[in-house]
């Protein structure tokens, strides 16, 4: 039998560590895209693809982390707050990281074929970024206020 050099305790510290600094990052990207769309007169689509798949990386990552053996019992004992279902409250989290992408795979104008409209020919020839104005994104801002809200 070898020497364990990995596992145990320096494995799971690894892993919460990792899935609160990628939870601190999706709250920081949400807030970042929530406020950008709510001041500015448009937001285009290439800033909403951006996050989309920064937060979809992210939520794969963190279901990731999420199935180390023992990860949910270390993360409890760490956070020594019995009233904390730490379970509960990473579900919550990453639901709300799907909703969000939900709501741009349904909302984000698409071209039959699946591709995402990101820029548009002008009738002068020019191309411009696809945008989206404020009342068009209201409903990503309520989604990434959800998601901000599960995030300390």
């Known amino acids: 039998m070898a020497f364990p050099s990995t596992g145990g305790q320096a494995m799971l510290a690894a892993a919460l560590q990792e899935a609160q600094q990628a939870a601190a990052s999706v709250k920081g990207e949400a807030q ?30 963190l279901n990731a982390l999420a199935a180390t053996a023992g990860m949910s019992d270390y993360a409890r004992d760490q956070f ?32 039959v074929s699946g591709h995402i409209e990101e820029r548009l020919i002008e009738a002068n020839d020019t191309i411009t970024a696809k945008t989206y104005t404020i009342s068009q994104t209201t409903g990503m801002r309520s989604e990434l206020n959800a998601l901000i809200a599960t995030i300390d």
């Open 80 to 111: 020594d707050d019995p009233a904390l279902d730490i379970g509960v409250e990473f579900s919550a989290m990453t639901a709300a990281i799907q909703s969000f992408l939900d709501w741009v795979d349904d909302n984000i104008v698409k071209s």
């Open 32 to 61: 970042s895209l929530h406020d950008q769309s709510a001041v500015a007169p448009e937001v285009t689509a290439l800033d909403i693809i951006d996050t989309f798949s920064s937060l979809k990386t992210r939520l794969d990552r």
